[in-house]
């Protein structure tokens, strides 16, 4: 393990950017737009820039899941000459780059991400940007209210990553987790000096009793998983959860493992752009076929949503969730509808002990 | 960069296809013959496979591959109009080069399952158009399987996908015996008129046959019940879904229903798996 | 702290249902925390009992839900803040519901809060928000509990309140107040005061963070049109495809566009956006202007009103003068 005095943080990511572009978490507006904009800004990731102002939330407003599978993307190009065609492959080597800061329960999105695109056969926008990304992760001395990723076995004291870092009120610790850490931990051997391989014990006593007040610390997932379908399919219970529900995107949008997407074409005039986009399964039109959908009803669209992460995914995933209590869409959802509400109203006693 | 990093393969990036013939089944049917500009087949599959089409600025869409395997020449496609990228298939003259990518899904178990089987097919309108290929490949190694029935019925004795196929080949055949209905009585037509679903009970079929269903899902509904009144095992019969499909390669999330991928795990299913779905499909 | 209480609002919603006028209620549930509420339906005491709630974070506009509730068999109960009967007589304008299957009582309003305000000054670490008198109490797992000015903590929406007067109920709890001359312009005057290319930058920075999930379109209730334009593949303009830069801002312009003369300034657009947009800018905008070409129209206040952009009166002005006027972009 190393460390790197707090006050050189600025000359510890320096080092980090010198190796490959850096994306680090910001606060979203300026002071000119809080001036108008009602004093609120999320936290978003942001190339970072000499002497910036790193955010003190806990996580971002958007998932990081963006570095990897971003909103849109363009994937080929078609020109169409009568009858002739022709296919271009757009892909380039993505650039090298780093995230710095990313969250235990982002980190294990990226496992949840893994298993979809990366397993054959291997999705290669993905797999470029993945192979491409280093990702430096932060232990959460602060979670959150709305965290809960402890429910599905993460730990936010000892988070993965490529490089793992943790925070006390001087030191920064890092250590290499992954091949591709070490060799960015290499990069920044003249910013940082050795310390005990147990440094960073105390932060992480200090998170995990953190950890253990939370108040949703309790919610367990062991109602759920794969093989479940039949227990919770058809529970009434699905219509009440979903009655206020809007049917928009919001927490499929900023969720981290949320990864359905769409195909189209867009036609510039002298060429067809084939992209892809975020998509949801609680829009009406996700399943709609020239003849209909086979998901008509916005229960059974609200139902898909949450069935998925709770039981098909595990059951294709060796009981891997498809949640990691990262609590974006405890707080962004317009109507306060929510995974968790979900699984204690579902699991009854079980989870809502 | 990473001087190890090498692009893999895109499955989600196609390959052109030039439609090389156009024939025109049905009012609203056309099988479309593709090949890839050197005039080769764009790649092996199985029956009851499917393949992406696209209209580059159109859209994408699965359609299944109705020639048979055995066929090393070329792949068929027989499409009904019915939505925007069919549309515009059914618009397109011979030589228009599209795109094509696949194969996409599991198939017919015809080499396992099916093996030494006597086969009952069971097709309503474009239902045919995926057994075709089964029912061919069958045809291909008939000594592999055992007496073959198909019941197909349609609106009309127009709507009666790939009839002078059906009339010359598959009506002549030996140990091929070919059932056809039509819903409604017409002029020159002195076959059987009646549903599908009624016509199959009227048969009769001995139960030690495998039945493979393909049509409307009211057409599937009541022959599944039919077949059962038979008595039918639902481990003895096949038949295909379909669902909205984007990527094809299980990725899109489109086609899940529970903890299956249509376009990946299916779209064949043994009537006893589909059971096991929940009903979403 | 809001003048009605749980209680009263409880034993209001308790005789509905005992004497039959209503079969149902639309009300506010309690979730994990005192801030994340959820619209609900409740079909009997008891359930009312156990997870009613009412408190300073109740601000879903109930009128909006109504559209799917009418149609439903029975009566339908719905408490109304006086800004929500704006949307109620809107819609009613615009025949989206049916006003014979709801019983809507009014209820006062004191602001709500803004948890998301509350979260930029303490902290997420928020374990519940309780209010007392003029305070909101937070509760926090870091900072022990921290007292707010409940005043400065409200939403901007209601920061700026625009009535305090319901314009439509069967039945009104509590004092009915006014129509307030609210300051909800001056953040339009700010943003008209800056230079063209500022302008444009501020809505640059602001729009580029939109991520197309349409919640401020779902949540709208003068956006009830049953198939929307950005969710027809066929449109060509299909919701989820941000093909350039400017694509996502022309979504939120031609909405603004769309529910011009009929955006009430209920603020919810705003309330919901995940990524903090502040989009009710661009409708108040539209009100300011139509407030300063055709006279002070404020949609939603009497049912059946004509709008002032559907309505044609010999001293319109000119679409020429409209552009040299007020706000139309003199330095553009």
């Known amino acids: 393990m190393r460390k790197c005095a707090l006050a050189n943080k600025n000359a510890l990511l320096a080092a980090m950017a010198k190796t490959a572009k850096l994306y680090v978490p910001t606060d979203g507006a300026d002071e000119k737009s809080r001036d108008v904009n009602s004093r609120l800004a999320g936290a978003y990731y942001a190339e970072w820039k000499d002497g910036a102002e790193l955010s003190k939330k806990l996580n971002t407003t958007r998932s990081p899941k963006d570095f990897f599978f971003p909103q849109t993307e363009n994937m080929m190009t078609f020109k169409m000459t009568g009858k002739k065609l022709e296919i271009f492959d757009t892909r380039r080597e993505h650039e090298n780059f780093i995230l710095f800061g990313v969250k235990a329960c982002d980190v294990r999105s990226f496992t949840v991400l893994d298993n979809v695109f990366l397993t054959d056969p291997v999705d290669s926008y993905y797999a470029n940007r993945r192979a491409h990304g280093t990702i430096v992760s932060m232990a959460c001395t602060k979670p959150a209210g709305t965290c809960f990723c402890r429910t599905f076995g993460i730990d936010a004291a000892d988070p993965e990553g490529d490089v793992v870092c943790w925070e006390d009120a001087e030191w920064i610790y890092l250590t290499a987790k992954t091949e591709k850490g070490e060799k960015l931990m290499a990069a920044l051997a003249d910013v940082t000096e050795e310390c005990a391989d147990d440094a960073a014990d105390a932060v992480k006593t200090l998170v995990n009793e953190r950890l253990d007040k939370l108040p949703l610390a309790d919610l367990k997932s062991d109602a759920f998983g794969g093989g479940k379908t039949d227990t919770f399919f058809n529970d009434p219970a699905w219509n009440e959860l979903s009655e206020a529900c809007l049917g928009c995107g919001t927490c499929t949008f900023v969720c981290p493992t949320c990864q359905c997407y769409d195909i189209k074409d867009f036609n510039t005039g002298r060429e067809v752009i084939r992209f892809r986009c975020w998509d949801s399964c609680m829009y009406s039109d996700f399943t709609m076929m020239a003849h209909g959908t086979n998901r008509p009803n916005h229960v059974q669209r609200f139902r898909q949503r949450f069935m998925h992460k709770l039981v098909y995914y595990p059951e294709n995933n060796g009981g891997l969730f498809s949640c990691v209590g990262c609590g974006r869409c405890l707080s962004r959802c317009p109507i306060s509808m929510n995974i968790v509400k979900v699984m204690k109203k579902l699991g009854g006693n079980k989870n809502a002990e | 960069m990473l001087s190890e990093f090498k692009m893999p393969k895109e499955a989600l990036i196609p390959v052109i296809g030039e439609v090389t013939d156009i024939r025109i089944d049905t009012p609203d049917v056309k099988t479309f013959r593709v090949v890839t500009p050197d005039g080769k087949k764009a790649f092996d599959h199985m029956p009851g496979q499917c393949a992406m089409l696209s209209v580059p600025g159109v859209g994408e869409a699965m359609f299944s591959i109705t020639s048979s395997p055995t066929n090393t020449e070329y792949m068929e496609f027989s499409i009904k109009k019915c939505g925007c990228v069919t549309d515009w298939l059914h618009q397109m003259e011979v030589g228009q080069q599209i795109t094509i990518r696949g194969p996409y899904g599991n198939a017919f178990p015809v080499d396992t399952a099916f093996a030494g089987k006597d086969m009952l097919f069971i097709a309503g309108g474009i239902g045919l158009a995926p057994l075709r290929s089964v029912i061919n490949y069958c045809r291909h190694y008939r000594d592999r399987y055992g007496k073959i029935d198909i019941v197909y019925g349609s609106r009309s004795r127009a709507d009666l996908v790939d009839y002078n196929e059906i009339l010359t080949e598959w009506m002549t055949d030996d140990g091929i015996n070919v059932h056809l209905t039509i819903d409604r009585e017409e002029e020159g037509w002195d076959g059987h008129v009646g549903f599908v679903p009624n016509y199959v009970k009227e048969l009769g079929f001995s139960t030690d046959k495998t039945a493979i269903l393909c049509g409307p899902p009211i057409m599937i509904k009541f022959t599944l019940a039919g077949l059962q009144e038979l008595g039918f095992a639902k481990e003895q019969v096949y038949t295909t879904l379909e669902l909205r499909m984007k990527c094809g390669i299980g990725k899109c999330g489109r086609c899940n229903v529970g903890s299956k991928y249509v376009c990946k795990d299916g779209p064949v299913f043994r009537c006893d798996e589909i059971d096991e779905l929940p009903d979403e499909y | ?332």
Not at chain 3, 237 to 252: C, G, L, P, Q, R
Request: charged share 30%; with cysteine.
């Open chain 3, 1 to 332: 702290m809001q003048t009605v209480t749980r209680d009263l609002l409880l034993t209001k919603a308790a005789e509905l249902l005992d004497n039959g006028t209503v079969n149902r209620v639309y009300g506010w549930q309690k979730g994990e925390f005192d801030y994340d509420v959820t619209p609900a339906l409740f079909t009997t005491k008891e359930e009312l009992e156990k997870n009613f709630i009412y408190n300073d974070f109740c601000g879903a506009n109930f009128s909006l839900y109504l559209v799917k509730e009418a149609v439903k068999e029975g009566k339908v109960l719905v408490f109304l803040k006086p800004c929500d009967t704006y949307s109620f007589n809107q819609l009613l304008t615009e025949h989206r519901f049916d006003r014979e299957k709801v019983y809507a009582v009014g209820i006062p309003c004191d602001g709500m809060a803004d948890i998301r305000l509350i979260e930029e000054t303490v902290g997420e670490g928020i374990t519940g928000v309780e209010t007392d008198g003029d305070e909101l109490v937070v509760h926090t797992l870091y900072e022990g509990d921290v007292k707010l000015s409940r005043a400065d903590y409200l939403a901007e929406r209601c920061r700026v309140c625009k009535s305090k007067k319901h314009v439509a109920y069967d039945e009104l709890i509590g004092e009915d107040g006014d129509v307030i001359d609210s300051a909800r312009f001056d953040e339009v005057a700010k943003i008209e005061a800056m230079t063209p290319d500022e302008r444009f930058a501020f809505w640059q920075d602001q729009l580029s963070r939109c991520i197309r999930c349409n919640a401020c379109r779902d949540v709208c209730p003068a956006c009830t049109c049953e198939k929307c334009v950005f969710g027809n593949p066929k449109s060509g303009v299909e919701n989820k495809a941000v093909s350039d830069s400017f694509e996502e801002k022309m979504f939120h312009i031609i909405r603004a566009f769309h529910v011009a003369g009929r955006c009430t300034d209920c603020g919810e657009c705003s309330r919901v956006c995940p990524q903090h947009i502040p989009l009710h800018l661009l409708n108040r905008k539209f009100i300011k202007d139509i407030n300063a070409f055709y006279g002070e129209y404020q949609a939603g206040e009497t049912v059946g009103s004509r709008a002032p952009l559907v309505d044609y009166t010999e001293g319109d002005m000119e679409p020429g003068e409209a552009v040299e006027s007020v706000g139309g972009g003199k330095d553009a």
